[in-house]
T-cell receptor
Framework: GAVVSQHPSRVICKSGTSVKIECRSL??????MFWYRQFPKKSLMLMAT?????????EQGVEKDKFLINHASLTLSTLTVTSAHPEDSSFYIC??????????????FGPGTRLTVL | GQNIDQPTEMTATEGAIVQINCTYQ??????LFWYQQHAGEAPTFLSY??LDGLEEKGRFSSFLSRSKGYSYLLLKELQMKDSASYLC??????????WGAGTKLIIKP
């Protein structure tokens, strides 16, 4: 149990286009999902916390209008990178907090999406 | 402020034992996690400690000392497939994960 999927796994797009990344919890309902960005050889950087039915909470320095997050259902959160530029190229990872993971509210990670903007 | 420190890189020999240390200073503490991450893949959960002491799980063990803000991950009987980055992360009072930069572990035959 506790599987999180992401789609697509890889995407290459032209500069100026928008890209949508989906994160799904397959066998549990996740009221909270997280979006991370990871640069090569760097740790994960939390971009935003996505709460079902409410606006996402963005971390300092993350542009809300650039990275649109929608958590419309208990099993789906989407991240849209709008007007993508080469500097947005990165590895984007989502995670979902399992509601009954015991004492530590474990986060389960999706496999990640490699975005390359040409 | 919040800060997590772990070595950038370590090298060990196949079959040996290696200890990866992590020190932390965070606002609020709801436990410490260790994750393994292979290149190009998402992190996978290894261990969780919230009380002081040693948690053993097969070849991997994790230790926590809350008073010292210190943890380590111990890997025994190293295998080549253990070559990966090992991420230390603490969970703060809002149940968010604060990540260390990761330790790249290189296993040599």
């Amino acid at each position: 149990g506790a599987v999180v999927s992401q789609h697509p796994s890889r995407v290459i797009c032209k500069s100026g286009t928008s890209v949508k990344i989906e994160c799904r919890s397959l066998d549990f309902q996740a009221t909270t999902m997280f979006w991370y960005r990871q640069f090569p050889k760097k740790s994960l950087m939390l971009m935003a916390t996505s709460n079902e039915g409410s606006k996402a909470t963005y971390e300092q320095g993350v542009e809300k209008d650039k990275f649109l997050i929608n958590h419309a259902s208990l099993t789906l959160s989407t991240l849209t990178v709008t007007s993508a530029h080469p500097e947005d190229s990165s590895f984007y990872i989502c995670s979902a907090r399992h509601p009954t993971s015991g004492d530590y509210n474990e986060q389960f990670f999706g496999p990640g999406t490699r975005l390359t903007v040409l | 402020g919040q800060n997590i420190d772990q070595p950038t890189e370590m090298t060990a020999t196949e079959g040996a034992i290696v200890q990866i240390n992590c020190t932390y200073q965070t606002s609020g503490f709801n436990g410490l996690f260790w994750y393994q991450q292979h290149a190009g893949e998402a992190p996978t959960f290894l261990s969780y400690n919230v009380l002081d002491g040693l948690e053993e799980k097969g070849r991997f063990s994790s230790f926590l000392s809350r008073s010292k803000g210190y943890s380590y991950l111990l890997l025994k009987e190293l295998q080549m497939k253990d070559s990966a980055s090992y991420l230390c992360a603490t969970m703060d009072s809002n149940y968010q994960l604060i990540w260390g930069a990761g330790t790249k572990l290189i296993i040599k035959p």
